[in-house]
């Protein structure tokens, strides 16, 4: 990968499983960020520009839902495209 790597941030309460994912993305280049609950993934998207989100949309307790988090996506990937 050449240039600025993109940015990821995987949003799951399984630490194992995200950890996993992250050491997999990080060796292909990808700059990888780890939420491990609803609540942090929202906090993190509207905090930080990220170029995609790996969501576990099946995780115990309020936060994302479809919807919700498909806003907050598209909302982040506009301001990223237009900066």
Not at 45 to 66: C, I, K, R, S, Y
């Amino acid at each position: 990968m050449t240039g600025t790597p993109y940015r990821v941030l995987v949003v799951d309460d399984e630490p194992a499983w995200s950890q996993l994912v992250a050491e997999w993305l990080g060796q292909a280049g990808y700059q990888v960020e780890i939420a491990s609950s609803a609540e942090a993934g929202l906090a993190r998207l509207q905090d930080e520009a990220f170029d995609v989100a790996l969501v576990d949309m099946v995780m115990p307790g309020p936060g994302l839902d479809a919807s919700g988090s498909s806003a907050i996506c598209r909302r982040r990937a506009g301001r990223r495209s237009s900066s």
